[in-house]
């Protein structure tokens, strides 16, 4: 008999993994069960095509074997102990939840496989980068199946220790918001120095999408590709005296992962 994926917290990302998980055919919709009061577009997708929705975690399926745990992180002090309550033996627990440790999972699960990833938005559409730890002990073929099903929404990376999915988080975790705010902010820009606004959004937008796709489209590193727009002397180059200056994006950068960082160790406390 097939086993039950279960989700909890099927919001944006729980969300994006369930809906990659379909798409791909690794899991079918009649074998996920889906706890979430208030589930996103995608589970609801799931549930009209057979998923169970759960009202609680008593009415988790026997054949549960895999738990993808999407809840924002304060959610989970409050549910661990029932959850750990009503699920089986031998379960995988994939958790997604910034800053929830390793140890923490661990402590809340005995004797499950426990598995720490962090995946990012891009993930809805099948661009998601996703890094995960898990126990080196972990037998090469459950490592396969989970770097399967994390990999249903972009590129999987294992990384070795459970402080660097913190770091993770700071960067490819919260980073496409850091690309989102560039947009905004190019725009604004753009207005300041005289564009209409439609005009600016557009022109920001764009480029953005532009540069990201050549960014993948090319076998040049983002530092060949910056010195290709780059003339000496010319336009360019006096706008990255400002943005590579000392006290520029670079440094600006370091402070915004060092201050996600520290918001995901809190988590952890
Ligand atoms: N968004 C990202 O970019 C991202 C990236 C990587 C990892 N993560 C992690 O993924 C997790 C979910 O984030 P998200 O952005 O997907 O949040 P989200 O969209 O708010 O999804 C969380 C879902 O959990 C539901 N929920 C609340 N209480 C619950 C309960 N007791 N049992 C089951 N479900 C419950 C929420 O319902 P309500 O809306 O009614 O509260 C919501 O639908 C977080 O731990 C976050 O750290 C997020």
Redesign the pocket.
């Known amino acids: 008999m097939a086993q039950t994926y279960l989700i909890?917290?099927?919001?944006?990302?729980?969300?994006?993994l369930l809906s990659g998980w379909l798409k791909s055919s690794l899991v079918n919709a009649r074998n996920l069960a889906i706890?979430?009061?208030?589930?996103?577009i995608e589970?609801v997708y799931a549930i009209e095509r057979g998923a169970k929705h759960l009202a609680d975690f008593d009415g988790i399926p026997r054949n549960t074997k895999t738990i993808l745990?999407?809840?924002?992180?304060?959610?989970?002090p409050?549910?661990r102990r029932q959850l750990a309550e009503a699920l089986g033996e031998d379960v995988l627990i994939i958790?997604?939840?910034?800053?929830?440790s390793t140890q923490a999972l661990k402590d809340a699960f005995p004797g499950a496989d426990i598995v720490r990833?962090?995946?990012?938005?891009p993930?809805a559409i099948g661009k998601g980068v996703t890094a995960f730890t898990a126990d080196p002990a972990l037998k090469s073929e459950k490592v396969e199946a989970i770097k399967t099903l994390l990999g249903a929404t972009g590129k999987v990376i294992r990384i070795e220790t459970d402080e660097q999915i913190n770091a993770v988080?700071a960067v490819s975790?919260?980073g496409?918001?850091y690309i989102f705010n560039l947009c905004e902010a190019l725009a604004k820009a753009a207005q300041s120095i005289g564009l209409p606004p439609d005009v600016a959004a557009q022109l920001a937008r764009e480029t953005i999408i532009g540069a990201s796709a050549l960014l993948e489209a090319s076998d040049q590193s983002p530092t060949e590709l910056r010195e290709a727009v780059t003339s000496p002397g010319g336009t360019t180059q006096a706008a990255l005296d400002v943005l590579m200056a000392d006290d520029g994006q670079g440094q600006l950068m370091r402070r915004a992962v060092v201050a996600a960082l520290a918001r995901a160790r809190e988590?952890s406390e």
Request: charged fraction near 5%; glycine fraction near 16%.
């Open positions: 909890v917290g099927a919001g944006n990302m729980g969300g994006a706890i979430d009061p208030n589930p996103g589970a745990l999407a809840v924002k992180p304060q959610m989970f409050q549910m958790s997604i939840m910034a800053g929830i990833a962090m995946p990012n938005t993930a988080t975790g919260s496409p918001a988590f």
